[in-house]
């Protein structure tokens, strides 16, 4: 009689390990995918932010181009008009620079978008475009302190699991679980009824 009541019993503690191991584990695996959704978003803005930089300083370069070649055809246009005589050598080279000035001043207007897309994305993320600095610096601290804490969160895990498979070498050693089940058993009471 008592051989069905070990097995009962072995049965029902394993249930309740099984079910607390898997609560356990559920919550901290759902913390570290949380976690691991908050460091893509933290990438993701460095990311934005290495960009933004790229765009801005090309900008920069587009806009230096753009202001040299304009100085060019002011000076050409100051040549042709004190020039007298034939001009029409000078009025190419005029036409000339004027369609580079045009083809920079579309390139230029095209970037200063693509820098505006990339800046408002960076605002929605909570990245303040004026001191890129100091937000680089913010969010590479942000991302060592989420991985601190993916870091602990996993070793709680461990720790969890270890203490399950301590628990469950303990009481699924036979002598172990018989001395268990008879302990129980004699709490129970159903040892004065001669079970």
Do not use: C
Request: charged share 25%; glycine share 10%.
């Amino acid at each position: 009689m008592a051989g069905p009541i070990l097995h009962e019993l072995a049965f029902r503690l394993h249930a309740q390990r099984s079910s607390a191991f898997d609560r356990a584990f559920g919550g901290a695996g759902q913390r570290i995918a949380e976690m691991q959704q908050q460091l893509q978003g933290l990438n993701r803005a460095q990311r934005d932010i290495s960009s933004y930089q790229r765009q801005q300083q090309a900008v920069d370069r587009t806009r230096q181009r753009l202001e040299g070649l304009q100085r060019q055809h002011d000076l050409l246009q100051r040549e042709i008009s004190e020039t007298t005589g034939n001009t029409a050598g000078l009025e190419r080279q005029s036409l000339r620079l004027q369609e580079r000035i045009n083809s920079t001043s579309d390139a230029l207007n095209r970037q200063q978008q693509r820098l505006q897309q990339t800046s408002e994305a960076l605002r929605q993320a909570g990245v303040n475009t004026d001191n890129l600095t100091a937000e680089s610096i913010r969010l590479a601290e942000e991302m060592r302190d989420v991985q601190r804490a993916q870091e602990r969160a996993a070793q709680g895990a461990g720790a969890i699991g270890s203490a399950f498979d301590a628990a469950g070498q303990a009481i699924g050693g036979g002598w172990g679980l018989y001395s268990l089940a008879k302990y129980l058993w004699r709490l129970s009471g159903l040892s004065k009824f001669g079970w």
